[in-house]
């Protein structure tokens, strides 16, 4: 059973961190998964090129992004990342622009991630959270954050 | 029975996490429906054969139906299930 909690660490986390746009944006939170085994470089690549030719299909509320596309892309096993930003970015979104949190996602086929999806949403419905998440400094507050939602 | 899908980019993560949402909206309104999850490109081919369509509002333009029967509903917050509450009242579904 994956459990957001397990698969969100120091290594997997990056904080206030600086990007220019979107691309570099998800770049830069991409590594993170790609650096912790979750996925192949080219994993992002087709998220930038998805991103490109469908639009920005991954924003999923006011200032909050999904990043991902499909396992058959480079995922090589499920994992996440958590990338937030000092400075929110555009991505183009019609409404939800712009955002300054992004939560990676690689699923290595349709089941292993929905139990971790189902906990990044009961995360991210709360509004609490969603805004001690987006002030946070540190990996340790984000683990405190998902303790205390996800049992 | 309503047929409905939920549809996004890549047919799993966002329309999983629609999915997951009108599920629990529409248990609470007692609206009996089927709800199915898969990618725009397979959304689109097969739009015809549901009675809604729910995608995210950077993803409407996909969809060119040309019946009286698919609604297709683009939701901007793909967590707020006041929204999609609202819709589907919007839409004469309950």
Known sequence: ??????????????????????????????????????AEPRYIESIIKCTHELGPYYVLAPGLAMPHSRPEDGVIQTGFSLLTLK???EFGHPDNDPVDILIFLAASDDNSHIEAISQVVTVFSDDEAFAKIRQAKEAGEISQILEQMID | MLKVVAACGNGMGSSQIIKMKIEKVFKKLGISASIDHMSVGEARTMASNFDVVFCSTSLTGQFTIRNNRTKVIGLINLLSESEIEAKIIENGLK
């Open chain 1, 1 to 38: 059973m994956s459990n957001l909690r397990d698969m969100l660490n120091q290594r997997t986390i990056l904080l206030q961190a600086e990007a220019a746009n979107w691309e570099e944006a998800v770049r830069l939170g991409g590594k993170l998964l790609v650096d912790s085994g979750a």
């Open chain 1, 87 to 89: 400075m929110p970015v």
